[in-house]
């Protein structure tokens, strides 16, 4: 039907459009950047622009069919449903693979159309044209991935009147709007940052202009990607209902990869910024941590996890490996060529100064994201060579991360201390006797609470002591510069540190000292575990449109009743559980409802889970999110953009 | 060599080992997958079928016995079964012929029951409270086809659907091996 | 910095005091927290650090406590039941899933072979890298001594002149050389007290338990071996006197051995091959084979076709595996013809 296939060939229209406009916009820059041509660099605006217009429209047409309920699409027949309520509808366009492409399309052009607004005036000078350049070719790239193997507007087989929805699991939430996209908010912003560091190598730009240029938009990505990352355990806790925040499983370790080397650069950095030193370094950092976002995609979407065979047979995963390839490649010769003209003179004095601080940390974010790459990539390798399956899970992963976690927080209490340049072991130990003892508290304190254990006590000891040092810093800020003592890249990055501390601790408290037991309730009879009593009040049974529960109501302490629930899709036929929580400061109580349940029974069995600290999880993620904030807000107006703020140089200057 | 392009290279040849692991390796095209429990005596097995009648494997010992399991909402499940009718058909047919059961895999009684009275297929399917049975063969995936030889010792295992005749042309396989 | 001074003005001295005072304390409070007991408290706890290394045979790589997949939830039930039962030990419950579901659904990567890379690899890297930044700095201030006059350190930066000589890069190739062996020795280490210590299979026989797999093996022998299948059966019998199986079989077998024998043999073996399949019938009145046996002895030995009759017709309702029917089919037409049907 002409009109039924409109849309279709609409959407496919406008992504050939977009795929010509970046990828003309490609040579435009390019040749511009070359021939320092001025009239062919006017093009590259007007290119932006059609390939931004584009991407919106494309994606604007997909949601207008999933929202208006078009099934003469295929990908609508797949996830669009005429029960699923409007909001979840609209998130079910990022909810398969086409989709999601779609939507990086989308991020990634308006990116490229932040970027190209921001440098508007500068537009002629080679770097920026170059980044460009680089910025419409994988712009080009995705447009490609989007007009061909990920099509998300092939005409699906007529006749079809409703379809089964998204997968139930990304239908009863609301984080499930907000977790992908701000995901991807971080990971396609690296490409930014990408680019220009290879417009750098290209153009032999051995200043660090563009570094400085870049840095906002580096922490702002990373800002995006942290929080991402982070909704995506909150989702994991309140909707899968193993009562855990983050499982070690390849789709996890795609998004965790890039944010390691993302962090390992933002601190890399400032030895760059200072002493003009690992420059090759940090570019590599960069472009791993781009590099490791089209990995990382790879890996996830091509099958080749589930099996090494499946990959072959998948379409977009070639695709995907042979772009990671590309973009290696590229990066290797661009660093084996230009790599030395960036180095430039000067040494790290002293393995106790600011930098020797920073070497180590690089040593451990290296380690870490090796080890995280390894395990993920590991049972691909042996399937491979030996044809048979293995598994690399948590116990691996656990075992490996914790050491390289503790040391982290040493590091993170030791390094904003260490004055830049000379070597500072006797000022370590002037000023970290404070927070040493304040360490020292945290320990007794949890012994008291009733830790247990050598990691969780170092956790809280070691956190403790790097909670000290930064609040240290922040109290001296603050005492010199009051209130903006708070704001700027050194102290929005104290901030920052505490909520990784926040974090890391309750990670040790809830890993270590969750209490978990199942019990079969009995409507009138109490039952208690670890302090608690849960009395089961009634099971109900509730039906709608698409699925009919089943929810216990389960009054904790004789307080209020908690509903957790086993949910069957009936389109689908697939069982949900939905978990319910009791949050409070010191821990959550997490319920469960365990099959079978038996209706009219006046009987359930649930299981219950203590887990402590679990709230400060979310609060530490919000103070990451507010310090990150902090931290690109500029201290004063400047008027050159180029170089570092001397309050910025001021801020680090608090402890020199 | 400067630092830099030795590092380049190393990156670059890590990069081509990992690439080349992957696009190296081959499949294998065998119908029986593999199982720890190929030669090993068939797991102990007591449940009842769906009408309630008790069913021991040991006590089957001296008949090829076949196992499917099954989910009436599985699309391959759905899709392999006018096969398994025609397999059961003709072994029930001859004499010494194979018994045929489906054991019901997260699934419940009522569902299987409209199943077989809309698809046909009149042989005994089985309960499995809490999947014992699938963990006591190692069954993740439904559909899975298991065949256990008239001593006890379980000789193959399909993964997937089956199409017409292969479990006919792998019973005859079987049969002539046991006879030889 | 003079406000800074003025409030933590401890001499050096009272500041090692201070110093030496923390982190006695700390290693005291850290001694005695990691002595204190973690270990699992409640069933559902133990079937939760059980089920944590076990991965869940159709997810990627999520263990079998986190999936909630069906298989997962399977094995999650199973798992219960056992830990319910009280009577394995953790390492035997892995094991009897991994027996069943293969090698691949252990979580944890072996310790030795080729999956133990996973292990030293990471700390291989570990110890190399920290070994280069050792030397690097140790060269920087060897260099501070005042060999080359300018400031010291590690040249970040290869400017050419003095690094490329091949002196200068002796130390780092040996540092590397150690850090390597160093590393793999530690990575070993690891890998051996980390690793998944199941072996790949747990039994090299029988999978069941011993009563089964005599029963298997006695099975086997079946036919042609008579003799050990009927020692075989007996051993099930000492154990387990009620074992219908082993009933049933070895009165079968004597049965038929004994028929070569002379007469007050076979009277003596039908004898108690009778109440052997009697006694059988009577633990369980389903069982066919013990029925079918009994109507082709009571038949063939007994030359009682009434009652073969009776028991033939019995048997067939109970529904025979293929032999025995065969046996009984082909046995049909005689006791009819006895009967004079």
């Not at chain 1, 180095?343 to 930098?355: D, I, P, W």
């Not at chain 1, 709608?544 to 089943?550: E, G, K, L, M, P």
Request: hydrophobic residues 50%; glycine residues 10%; neutral net charge.
């Amino acid at each position: 039907m002409l009109v039924a296939s409109a849309t279709a060939h609409l959407g496919r229209a406008i992504l050939l459009v977009g795929f010509l406009a970046a990828f003309f916009g490609v040579f435009a820059a390019a040749v511009g950047a070359r021939r320092n041509d001025r009239k062919t660099l006017r093009l590259v605006p007007r290119f932006v622009l059609l390939s931004t217009a584009m991407a919106v429209a494309a994606f604007g047409v997909m949601e207008w069919a999933m929202v208006t309920r078009d099934f003469s699409l295929e990908y609508v027949q797949k996830v669009g449903s005429r029960s699923t309520p409007p909001l979840y509808n609209f998130a079910a366009v990022w909810s398969a693979l086409e989709g999601s492409i779609l939507m990086w399309v989308l991020v990634l052009a308006g990116y490229l159309a932040a970027a190209a607004w921001w440098m508007r005036k500068r537009m002629n000078e080679p770097l920026i044209a170059w980044a460009m350049a680089v910025m419409f070719a994988v712009l080009a790239f995705f447009f490609l991935l989007s007009y061909g193997p990920a099509n998300p507007f092939v005409i699906g087989p007529p006749g079809v009147t409703d379809g089964p929805g998204p997968n139930p699991l990304l239908q009863n939430h609301i984080l499930v709007m907000f977790h992908p996209p701000i995901l991807y908010l971080g990971y396609v912003g690296m490409t930014v940052p990408f680019a220009f560091a290879i417009a750098a190598l290209i153009t032999g730009k051995v200043e660090d202009g563009w570094l400085h240029l870049t840095r906002r938009w580096t922490v702002a990505a990373w800002g995006f990607l942290t929080f991402g990352i982070a909704l995506g355990g909150w989702w994991s806790y309140e909707v899968l209902g193993w009562s855990g925040v983050w499982a070690w499983d390849p789709v996890e370790n795609a998004s965790l990869l890039p944010w390691i080397t993302g962090t390992a650069y933002i601190h890399s950095v400032m030895v760059q910024e200072r002493r003009g030193l690992l420059r090759v370094w940090n570019v590599s950092l960069l472009i791993a941590t781009f590099s490791l976002t089209i990995l990382g995609t790879f890996l996830t979407r091509s099958g080749v996890l589930n099996s090494v065979h499946a990959f072959s047979e998948s379409d977009i995963g070639p695709w995907l490996l042979v772009s990671f390839g590309v973009i290696v490649a590229v990066s290797l010769v661009l660093i084996f060529l230009r790599g030395d003209q960036l180095r430039a003179g000067g040494s790290v004095e002293s393995l106790f100064s600011r930098e020797g601080a920073f070497l180590v940390n690089n040593v451990l974010f290296a380690v870490f994201a090796f080890v995280v790459l390894l395990g993920t990539v590991f049972p691909l390798v042996v399937e491979a060579i030996q044809q048979r399956q293995i598994v690399v899970g948590e116990p691996f992963f656990d075992q490996l991360t914790v050491p390289i976690g503790l040391t982290m927080l040493f590091i993170m209490a030791v390094a904003p201390v260490l004055p830049w340049r000379r070597d500072g072991s006797e000022t370590l130990s002037q000023r970290l006797l404070g927070p040493s003892v304040f360490g020292l508290a945290c320990i007794a304190i949890s012994l008291v609470a009733g830790a247990a254990g050598l990691a969780p006590l170092l956790a809280f000891g070691l956190g403790g002591f790097a909670a000290g040092s930064a609040l240290r810093h922040l109290w001296r800020a603050v005492r010199v510069q009051r209130l903006r003592g708070f704001v700027g890249r050194a102290n929005g990055g104290m901030i920052v540190h505490l909520g990784v501390i926040l974090i890391c601790v309750a990670l040790a408290a809830s890993n270590s000292f969750t209490r978990s037991q199942e019990i079969d309730l009995v409507v009138g009879r109490v039952a208690s575990f670890a302090g608690h009593t849960f009395e089961l009040v009634d099971v109900v049974e509730q039906r709608d449109a698409r699925s009919q529960s089943v929810r216990a109501l389960v009054s904790v302490d004789g307080g209020r009743a908690y509903a957790p629930s086993i949910t069957k899709f009936t389109r689908i036929g697939m069982n949900v559980g939905t978990p319910s929580v009791r949050t409070t400061l010191t821990h959550d109580i997490y319920l469960t409802l365990e099959p079978p349940v038996r209706q009219d029974s006046g009987q359930a069995r649930i299981k219950v889970f203590i887990k402590p600290l679990i709230l400060w999880l979310w609060i530490g993620t919000f103070v990451m999110a507010f310090g990150t904030l902090l931290a690109v807000l500029p201290t004063r107006r400047r008027r050159h953009r180029e170089a570092p703020s001397i309050h910025d140089l001021r801020d680090e200057a608090i402890d020199a | 060599m400067k630092p830099a392009r030795i590092g380049a290279l190393a990156v670059g040849f890590v990069m081509l080992a990992l690439v080349a692991v992957l696009v190296v390796s081959d499949g294998d095209t065998d119908v029986g997958a593999r199982s720890p429990l190929l030669g090993q005596p068939a797991p102990a097995i007591e449940t009842t079928t769906i009408d309630d009648q008790p069913f021991t494997l040991a006590r089957r010992k001296g008949s090829w016995v076949v196992f499917n399991f099954f989910n009436s909402t599985c699309v391959p499940c759905i899709a392999e079964h006018p096969s398994l009718v025609k397999f059961a058909e003709g072994e029930r047919a001859r004499p010494g012929g194979a018994e045929f059961y489906t054991v019901v895999n997260d699934d419940a009684d009522a569902a299987i029951r409209d199943f077989f009275v809309a698809n046909g297929g009149d042989w005994s399917k089985l309960r499995d409270t809490d999947g014992a049975i699938a963990v006591a063969f190692g069954v993740a995936k439904v559909p899975e086809t298991w065949i256990i030889d008239p001593n006890g010792f379980v000789r193959l295992r399909i993964l997937g659907a089956v199409t017409d005749g292969v479990l006919e042309a792998q019973m005859a396989r079987l049969r002539e091996g046991a006879n030889s | 910095m003079t406000t800074a001074s003025r409030r933590m003005s401890l001499t050096p001295a009272a500041r090692r005091i201070a110093w030496a005072v923390v982190l006695v304390a700390t290693l005291v409070l850290l001694v005695f927290g990691a002595g204190r007991n973690t270990g699992p408290l409640t069933q559902q706890e133990r079937i939760d650090v059980i089920t944590k290394r076990i991965a869940c045979p159709t997810c990627d790589g999520e263990s079998v406590f986190v999936s909630r997949a069906s298989a997962a939830q399977a094995i999650r039930a199973e798992v219960a039941r056992q830990v319910g039962d009280g009577v394995k030990t953790d390492d035997e419950i892995v094991a009897y899933v991994a027996d069943r579901f293969g090698g691949q659904v252990l979580l944890v990567p072996r310790g030795s072979g080729i999956e133990a890379l996973v292990w030293v690899l990471p700390v291989v890297l570990a110890v190399v890298l920290v070994g280069v930044l050792i030397v690097l700095f140790r060269r920087g201030n060897r260099g501070n001594r005042g060999i080359d006059g300018e400031s010291g350190g590690p040249e970040m930066a290869s400017t050419g002149t003095t690094d490329g000589a091949p002196a200068n890069r002796r130390p780092l190739v040996i540092t590397l050389a150690i850090a390597l062996v160093v590393g793999i020795g530690v990575g070993v280490l690891v890998a051996r007290q980390s690793g998944q210590r199941l072996p790949l299979q747990t039994a090299t026989g029988g999978i069941e338990d011993s009563t089964a797999s005599l029963l298997a093996q006695a099975r086997l022998a079946g036919p042609t071996d008579v003799k050990s299948a009927i020692d075989l059966y007996g051993r099930v019998l000492e154990t387990d006197p009620d074992n219908v199986e082993a009933l049933t079989y070895r009165a079968w077998l004597i049965m038929l051995s004994a028929r070569q024998f002379d007469e007050s043999l076979r009277t003596q073996a039908y004898a108690s091959t009778i109440t052997a399949l009697g006694r059988a019938i009577e633990l369980d009145p389903a069982y066919p084979d013990a029925m079918c046996f009994l109507g082709i002895v009571v038949f063939r030995d007994g030359g009682d076709a009434a009652s073969a009759s009776e028991f033939l017709d019995k048997c067939i309702a109970r529904q025979p595996p293929a032999e025995v029917r065969g046996l009984v089919e082909s046995l049909r037409a005689e006791v009819d013809a006895a009967l004079g049907k």
